[in-house]
């Protein structure tokens, strides 16, 4: 213990013993040591040496463990198959940066790393450049394959070996003790610590046999650690009852067990009672962790009971297998079930639980876990069958691997098995084709009626809430807003009914679009807000409300609790989530970055999102990315940096040979690159040129039902054609007019760059804003108020009387209550006041007043 604490003024501590030597029971009791440190604790399985798995794992630790870890600076596309671990170390570090204490990741069973040669060169950067305030622990069974010897010249090394981890007599007469064992003779205790070597588990085994069958039972003990799994099965198993030496013989097949599975499975009765006992002799099993219960055997151990078992009674494992798939099925942990049908060899039983699985997989989003099971199966003709195929290959394309998908679907129109009927089948391969393009050619749409079509062929087949939905998305992509809204409405009460609720909530997500395309951004937001208010706490479909949520924030000018719940969704992000997801979450946090002064952060985020887009050529999402980045590029004073956008993304060259001369059909991605254009001119001091492209743009959306869209645009072309104008008011007052006050949220204050500007000379001109508005926006308003103050005679009604209310000497909460009006409000009515009457504070305000009074008197 004292050595462990030494080594965190260095950068690598390792512990390094073969099983069985304590090295978990010594970091958790440390661990118990230091309860207010920052500790990140993760303990791997074989399953980790998937990086995906692990560095997923990785950042939820520390995310949970460590105060101010930054999420958002090591996501899991930070992570991912394509990544240089300089790259991923460099992450980890940018995560940790904002952490002011110091941070101790500690990994158990790091062996389990050793065949991934990307993660240990990731770690081998971590070690060569580390965070300052880092340091590892790092348990493992052999010597990790980490570039040490540098540590070890530098003293930044700790090392704690089975020579550390060796019980010596003290501690083997504490462990008699702890196991309620009779004293035993020095002569005995010498001669086990010599065979044994001081390894705790074959003292533990020694020490059970004794108690169960005398101490002279230990003469013939051997320390080796074969001979001790003999000795184990010989003295230990042969002692126990016929029922419970099977009991353990037969639960050593689960990773991990509770009585109930027991009872089940194994046909045994009252195993809870039984578990408790064994676990509490500490040795055949452990406790699970925040699992009240379940228990798991030692590693050494549960192998040599399996390898028992397969001697002693191998008809017996298809049939445990069997019924441990059914009993796991029914507990609804899939990945067990499928995990011990594989192992009973039986196709059909295979197939009938995966077919289980992937249907409430896909019914509650969960592809990875599809996309698992796809990967271990592999070349398995079972993957064919149309219950199973279809959720797959729809996983494959809303994971972007078209060209998996494609093969798949194409092996699967012409392999009809007769599952179902022939019209059944063609229905179904329809559908996954369009399901492929729809996803796979982006804003290449071909414009037909095949997905009205389809809506009309599947209504009598199970895949007919999900032809609804995709219908609905295919309007929406071709601005046809009122017409997905149908389809939508339509789709998510038939997937509520059929239990399909990730679609449910995805098709709740496109409502919500369509309503904000529509002008009705308070309707989009009641259908976000209740969907938030009722989800689970877990489950895919959180994600999905909760980023729908995240534009009704951003768009109430709520920032701070927009930023926080994209920090919440990154880590949960991957490859499997849905784009629209991933773009509107890396968006919105940019611009919360930005509009908080996080410039540079805002740049590198945006620059990450690139990188998620590329592989897939996301042309509609690209184009939100090239607007967001010239919008920021021009504000930030970057006149250079948009010059070169501009050049890199093609703008320059498209203006040049006339792509904005004519009005053509309106897509989101044409929309998007001319806005981007529009920025790049104005940041250009092109103004006129950037308002012919926004007259152009705004033809093409007369056609469509995008309101939102339109009023973007619109305002844009009012600041560019009318920059000098002095009548605020009255542009103000058209805007309104045309698109309703309903509109005009904090989407078009960013994207619309100068439109708060021009509200603010509005409200200096006499115009009145409704109070629940200025309780939303009034601070956008008066940043810019505050830098052209009106003359004090340009205040309105409402302002002279708060101002004569301040110079009575009322405080705000008086003011309030005096005039009726929010305490918000009050003080945003002050702002613009202090702005025009030329004064920074209440103070001046009274002494300006006081000055005036002076000079009539003195008159």
């Known amino acids: 213990m004292q050595k462990l604490q030494g080594g965190l003024s260095g950068r690598l501590t390792l512990i390094t013993a073969p099983a069985g030597y304590g090295k978990t029971t010594l970091i958790r009791q440390w661990l118990a040591t230091n309860p207010g440190a920052a500790i990140a604790l993760l303990a791997l399985t074989d399953q980790d040496g998937d990086q995906a798995r692990f560095f997923g794992r990785l950042g939820e630790a520390l995310r949970t463990s460590v105060p101010r870890f930054d999420a958002s600076a090591f996501t899991p596309f930070d992570t991912g198959n394509n990544a240089a671990p300089v790259d991923i170390a460099e992450a980890l570090s940018c995560s940790l940066a904002g952490v002011e204490q110091p941070v101790v990741l500690v990994i158990d069973d790091f062996q389990y790393l050793d065949a991934n040669p990307l993660i240990l060169e990731t770690f081998n950067h971590l070690l060569d450049s580390p965070p300052a305030n880092l340091h590892l622990l790092l348990a493992s069974r052999t010597e990790p394959d980490l570039r040490m010897s540098q540590l070890r010249l530098q003293q930044q090394l700790t090392e704690l070996t089975m020579e550390d981890l060796r019980f010596n007599a003290t501690e083997t007469r504490k462990l008699c003790s702890a196991l309620?064992?009779?004293?035993?003779?020095?002569?005995?205790?010498?001669?086990?610590?010599?065979?044994?070597?001081?390894?705790?588990?074959?003292?533990?085994?020694?020490?059970?046999?004794?108690?169960?069958?005398?101490?002279?039972?230990?003469?013939?003990?051997?320390?080796?650690?074969?001979?001790?799994?003999?000795?184990?099965?010989?003295?230990?198993?042969?002692?126990?009852?016929?029922?419970?030496?099977?009991?353990?013989?037969?639960?050593?097949?689960?990773?991990?067990?509770?009585?109930?599975?027991?009872?089940?499975?194994?046909?045994?009765?009252?195993?809870?009672?039984?578990?408790?006992?064994?676990?509490?002799?500490?040795?055949?099993?452990?406790?699970?962790?925040?699992?009240?219960?379940?228990?798991?055997?030692?590693?050494?151990?549960?192998?040599?009971?399996?390898?028992?078992?397969?001697?002693?009674?191998?008809?017996?494992?298809?049939?445990?297998?069997?019924?441990?798939?059914?009993?796991?099925?029914?507990?609804?942990?899939?990945?067990?079930?499928?995990?011990?049908?594989?192992?009973?060899?039986?196709?059909?039983?295979?197939?009938?639980?995966?077919?289980?699985?992937?249907?409430?997989?896909?019914?509650?989003?969960?592809?990875?876990?599809?996309?698992?099971?796809?990967?271990?199966?592999?070349?398995?003709?079972?993957?064919?069958?149309?219950?199973?195929?279809?959720?797959?290959?729809?996983?494959?394309?809303?994971?972007?691997?078209?060209?998996?998908?494609?093969?798949?679907?194409?092996?699967?129109?012409?392999?009809?098995?007769?599952?179902?009927?022939?019209?059944?089948?063609?229905?179904?391969?329809?559908?996954?084709?369009?399901?492929?393009?729809?996803?796979?050619?982006?804003?290449?749409?071909?414009?037909?009626?095949?997905?009205?079509?389809?809506?009309?062929?599947?209504?009598?087949?199970?895949?007919?809430?999900?032809?609804?939905?995709?219908?609905?998305?295919?309007?929406?992509?071709?601005?046809?807003?009122?017409?997905?809204?149908?389809?939508?409405?339509?789709?998510?009460?038939?997937?509520?009914?059929?239990?399909?609720?990730?679609?449910?909530?995805?098709?709740?997500?496109?409502?919500?679009?369509?309503?904000?395309?529509?002008?009705?951004?308070?309707?989009?937001?009641?259908?976000?807000e209740q969907a938030y208010s009722t989800m689970a706490p877990h489950g895919a479909n959180r994600i999905l409300r909760s980023t729908a949520m995240v534009v009704a924030l951003y768009d109430q000018n709520r920032l701070a609790e927009a930023a926080s719940l994209c920090n919440d969704l990154l880590p949960k992000l991957n490859k499997t989530s849905a784009i629209?997801?991933?773009?509107?979450?890396?968006?919105?946090?940019?611009?919360?970055?930005?509009?908080?002064?996080?410039t540079d952060k805002a740049t590198h985020f945006l620059a990450k999102l690139e990188h998620i887009l590329e592989?897939?050529?996301?042309?509609?999402?690209?184009?939100?990315?090239?607007?967001?980045?010239?919008?920021?590029?021009?504000?930030?004073?970057?006149?250079?940096?948009?010059?070169?956008?501009?050049?890199?993304?093609?703008?320059?060259?498209?203006?040049?040979?006339?792509?904005?001369?004519?009005?053509?059909?309106?897509?989101?991605?044409?929309?998007?690159?001319?806005?981007?254009?529009?920025?790049?001119?104005?940041?250009?001091?092109?103004?006129?040129?950037?308002?012919?492209?926004?007259?152009?743009?705004?033809?093409?959306?007369?056609?469509?039902?995008?309101?939102?869209?339109?009023?973007?645009?619109?305002?844009?072309?009012?600041?560019?054609?009318?920059?000098?104008?002095?009548?605020?008011?009255?542009?103000?007052?058209?805007?309104?007019?045309?698109?309703?006050?309903?509109?005009?949220?904090?989407n078009l204050f960013d994207e619309a760059p100068g439109f708060g500007s021009l509200l603010s000379a509005a409200t200096g001109q006499g115009l009145e804003l409704p109070e629940n508005y200025l309780a939303l926006y009034g601070t956008l308003l008066a940043e810019r108020t505050a830098a052209n103050p009106a003359p004090a005679t340009q205040l309105t009604a409402r302002e002279q009387t708060i101002y004569g209310l301040l110079l009575e000497g009322l405080n705000n909460r008086q003011i309030s209550e005096q005039t009726g009006n929010t305490l918000s409000t009050i003080k945003w009515h002050l702002k613009n006041i202090y702005a025009k009457l030329g004064v920074s504070n209440r103070t001046e305000a009274v002494l300006l007043a006081t000055a005036k009074d002076r000079r009539k008197h003195d008159a």
Request: charged residues 20%.
């Open 180 to 528: 309620d064992q009779p004293e035993v003779s020095q002569n005995t205790l010498d001669s086990l610590l010599r065979l044994t070597e001081g390894w705790v588990t074959g003292l533990r085994l020694a020490l059970l046999a004794a108690r169960r069958s005398g101490e002279e039972a230990l003469e013939n003990f051997a320390g080796h650690q074969p001979d001790v799994m003999a000795y184990f099965g010989d003295i230990v198993l042969r002692g126990l009852p016929d029922s419970l030496r099977g009991l353990c013989l037969q639960s050593a097949l689960f990773d991990r067990i509770n009585g109930p599975l027991c009872d089940q499975v194994l046909r045994h009765s009252g195993s809870a009672v039984v578990l408790e006992e064994l676990a509490r002799q500490q040795l055949f099993l452990m406790p699970m962790e925040h699992e009240a219960g379940w228990y798991r055997f030692h590693p050494l151990l549960r192998s040599f009971l399996q390898t028992r078992l397969e001697r002693e009674a191998p008809e017996l494992l298809p049939e445990l297998h069997s019924r441990a798939a059914d009993s796991f099925l029914k507990m609804g942990d899939l990945h067990q079930a499928l995990k011990h049908a594989q192992a009973n060899g039986q196709q059909l039983l295979l197939a009938n639980v995966l077919e289980a699985a992937f249907t409430a997989w896909a019914r509650e989003g969960h592809f990875s876990g599809i996309l698992f099971w796809e990967y271990r199966l592999q070349g398995n003709p079972i993957l064919l069958r149309t219950a199973i195929a279809v959720p797959l290959i729809c996983s494959l394309i809303l994971s972007g691997r078209f060209d998996q998908a494609a093969t798949m679907l194409e092996i699967f129109r012409r392999r009809n098995s007769g599952e179902v009927s022939a019209d059944h089948h063609r229905v179904l391969v329809r559908f996954l084709a369009l399901y492929l393009e729809l996803f796979q050619n982006d804003t290449r749409f071909i414009s037909r009626d095949d997905y009205d079509d389809l809506v009309q062929h599947s209504r009598h087949y199970d895949i007919y809430p999900l032809c609804l939905c995709m219908a609905a998305y295919h309007h929406l992509q071709h601005a046809r807003p009122a017409r997905a809204l149908d389809y939508a409405r339509q789709g998510q009460e038939a997937l509520k009914q059929t239990g399909h609720h990730f679609m449910a909530d995805y098709a709740g997500l496109i409502i919500a679009l369509c309503h904000r395309s529509l002008g009705r951004p308070g309707q989009a937001t009641r259908v976000v």
């Open 580 to 598: 629209e997801v991933i773009a509107t979450v890396y968006l919105t946090h940019a611009r919360c970055l930005f509009a908080s002064g996080q």
């Open 615 to 746: 592989p897939a050529r996301n042309q509609r999402f690209l184009s939100h990315l090239l607007a967001e980045r010239l919008r920021q590029a021009w504000l930030g004073k970057g006149r250079e940096r948009a010059e070169i956008l501009a050049q890199r993304s093609g703008l320059a060259r498209k203006l040049q040979t006339g792509e904005w001369d004519q009005p053509q059909g309106y897509t989101e991605q044409r929309e998007r690159q001319g806005l981007a254009t529009v920025y790049w001119l104005r940041a250009a001091g092109r103004p006129s040129t950037a308002a012919r492209i926004l007259r152009v743009l705004a033809m093409e959306l007369r056609e469509t039902g995008l309101v939102s869209r339109a009023l973007v645009i619109d305002t844009n072309r009012h600041l560019c054609e009318h920059a000098n104008d002095q009548d605020s008011r009255q542009t103000v007052n058209n805007l309104i007019h045309d698109y309703g006050l309903h509109n005009l949220t904090r």
